[in-house]
């Protein structure tokens, strides 16, 4: 497990000044500055030109920032968006080594034209056709690129590879979404791979749904997800954050595990449960879990707060 | 999408004197042909004389024939039975690639001596055992030749130890199927199944029943099923298509994302729901899909003008 806070990553089309100006208010830990299917074929070229300044536009409520680029795209699009404030170029649609290794040598050579330290920015793999999942493992192991999360092997475009209608009552990525998952975990990445839950509509603003949502990958231990309506930003933020009994348990956990070992136990009980060695990592992670996320939270508001200053200060008459 | 429309498929045994009228009569997309190796004769030969007219009379309907072969007896099994009319064979008691290596290689040599366009021979892989779902990648990429995945559930039941009797209330074989759509449609190919509890039944199971099976089966991914019966055919042509629900629902999805288009945005809403690049392709592929199960139909319908036999 790497601590990094995703709990929300948002989609943000720069081309929409409605969008990409306010986003910074919305709240999410991550935005994706999407080139890719928010933005019409006639709008890619302008979208290309406004990556810059939608970076410090985006990143100025605190949340870090990812592209998205278009895979047939990849020359024209990469130079447009690797620039520093970027950490993550989010590859869709990858389907080999080969597209890996393509995208890896551009932003290599972008790193050093753009003063940006080699290998800083991560190469993000978007699993989203049947080929693409069955070839994880390699497209993983592709560059020496650092992945720090890998997701993904559902969605819209798998359930269009694989002929089928979404939102459906049951799991529909059985296989796509637990083997990317397995691929990810042995290889040390951070996994992030959906919990299937019920979404008879389909709609992408329910907050209720978000919150379900949030629930079960809290339960499964998955702490990263994402949107594509602000309407789902503060539950999943909140909804994968540890929570103050949580927080208590594992300190009590930890408390208890303590006075085992120092008596040269290794398993006790705590209301009833059963402590050891395994309760005291899990406990170990939650807390590390929360510290991170008091981290990011903190950051962002301090980085909000400035925000607003500062748009109070321009709507002030001279 | 689908590669192939192939939505019902109907196994009959060569041995059944009244298979090529039942084959016409069930409207089924596909026939699988079995035969027996009988003993105390020349199996070879009796099926070689009989075969001929036995694939001519199955595909009287309309329907694409193949033969069931078993692997371990492939080579001389293929012999007998390969003869221009079939749309290639079905492999059962598959383990690895080297299994579809080996019948690609044979059926080269036949396609060259009985008269059939070279490459043109489909291997269609029943998965039947474990070693067959775990080696489905190399099953798959094995050969171009390859089309489809079968998951033979009640034989991977017993393969796997479980009994196969419809009691639970979890769909037990999940992992498993999702793996069989997914490497099919990774190389190009397609998958056939049902969805649980009903994929272990042989008889009639009532239409209603059958259509949610049916319909989950397609939410599934697979885009048709081995039919036990022949009273499941028609609920396989009507659900592994689109409907005329979704077929309505995708026009009015092209429209709408057409008319966002003109407007500059990519991304439209229709009922809440988000309407944009990849579900307007999804539209696109559907209308296809739906045109493309309307024309296997009329086709059918064709050949139904001329009797049976």
């Keep these: 497990m790497n601590n990094r806070v995703v709990r929300c990553s948002m989609f943000v089309a720069p081309t929409n000044p409605r969008y990409i100006d306010k986003v910074w208010t919305r709240g999410a830990d991550v935005y994706i500055l999407d080139m890719e299917d928010s933005i019409p074929p006639a709008e890619k070229e302008r979208c290309r030109s406004l990556i810059p300044e939608s970076i410090p536009k985006a990143n100025k409520g605190g949340a870090s920032i990812y592209v998205r680029i278009n895979k047939p795209f990849m020359d024209a699009d990469l130079p447009s968006c690797v620039w520093p404030g970027v950490d993550r170029i989010m590859l869709p649609k990858t389907e080999s080594a080969a597209e890996m290794q393509y995208a890896h040598e551009i932003i290599s050579r972008l790193e050093k034209e753009h003063g940006i330290p080699e290998g800083y920015v991560e190469l993000s793999p978007m699993i989203e056709s049947a080929l693409g999942a069955v070839n994880i493992y390699e497209i993983l192991t592709a560059t020496p690129r650092k992945i720090w999360s890998m997701g993904g092997g559902g969605g819209y475009d798998m359930a269009v590879n694989l002929g089928i209608e979404m939102f459906a009552d049951f799991d529909q990525y059985a296989f796509p979404i637990a083997y990317v998952a397995l691929a990810a975990m042995a290889l040390g990445i951070e996994a992030t791979g959906g919990v299937f839950v019920h979404n008879p509509t389909g709609r992408v603003d329910q907050s209720d749904y978000a919150a379900k949502q949030a629930e079960a990958l809290h339960a499964a231990g998955i702490r990263q997800s994402g949107s594509l309506h602000p309407a789902f930003v503060q539950p999943l933020v909140s909804g994968l954050s540890p929570t103050s009994d949580e927080i208590k348990w594992a300190n009590r956990v930890i408390e208890e595990y303590n006075k085992l070992a120092d008596a040269g136990e290794s398993v006790g009980e705590l209301d009833g449960k059963v402590i050891d060695k395994y309760e005291y990592d899990m406990a170990q992670r939650t807390l590390h879990w929360a510290d991170a996320c008091a981290a990011k939270d903190a950051f962002k508001a301090r980085a909000l707060a400035r925000a607003q200053a500062e748009e109070e200060k321009k709507q002030k008459p001279a | ?309």
């Design chain 2, 1 to 309: 999408m689908p590669k192939y429309i192939r939505r019902s498929l109907f196994a009959l045994s060569i041995e059944d004197s009244r298979s090529g009228e039942k084959a016409y009569h069930s409207w089924a997309d596909a026939i699988i042909l079995d035969f027996v190796k009988k003993a105390g004769q020349d199996w070879q030969e009796d099926i070689k004389s009989r075969m001929p007219a036995s694939i001519n009379q199955a595909a009287k309907g309309g329907a694409e024939v193949f033969i069931r072969i078993n692997s371990e007896a492939a080579a001389a099994e293929l012999v007998a039975t390969v003869f221009p009319g079939i749309a290639g064979v079905v492999l059962k008691g598959v383990n690895g690639g080297e299994d579809i290596k080996k019948v690609s290689a044979c059926l080269d040599v036949l396609e060259e001596s009985r008269g059939i366009a070279r490459g043109s021979l489909e291997i269609d892989v029943e998965v039947n055992t474990a070693a067959g779902v775990w080696n489905s990648v190399e099953i798959a990429r094995a050969s171009p030749r390859f089309g489809t995945f079968t998951a033979n559930e009640r034989e991977l039941y017993r393969n796997l130890g479980m009994f196969p009797e419809p009691v639970l209330e979890f769909e037990p074989l999940e992992y498993i199927k999702s793996q069989l759509i997914t490497v099919a449609t990774s190389v190009g190919g397609q998958a056939q199944g049902f969805s649980y509890p009903l994929s272990l039944t042989e008889k009639d199971a009532g239409e209603d029943e059958i259509k949610k099976v049916v319909r989950r089966a397609r939410d599934t991914g697979f885009k048709g099923a081995v039919c036990p019966h022949v009273s499941w055919i028609k609920a396989c042509n009507e659900g592994f298509r689109p409907s005329p629900d979704e077929v309505a629902y995708y026009r009015k999805v092209r429209e709408v994302f057409s008319e966002g288009l003109k407007r500059g945005l990519a991304s439209v809403p229709i009922d809440g729901k988000m309407i944009d690049i990849p579900v307007d392709l999804r539209a696109k592929l559907y209308l296809e899909w739906a045109d493309r199960a309307a024309a296997r139909d009329e086709e059918k319908a064709k050949a139904h003008e001329k009797p049976a036999s």
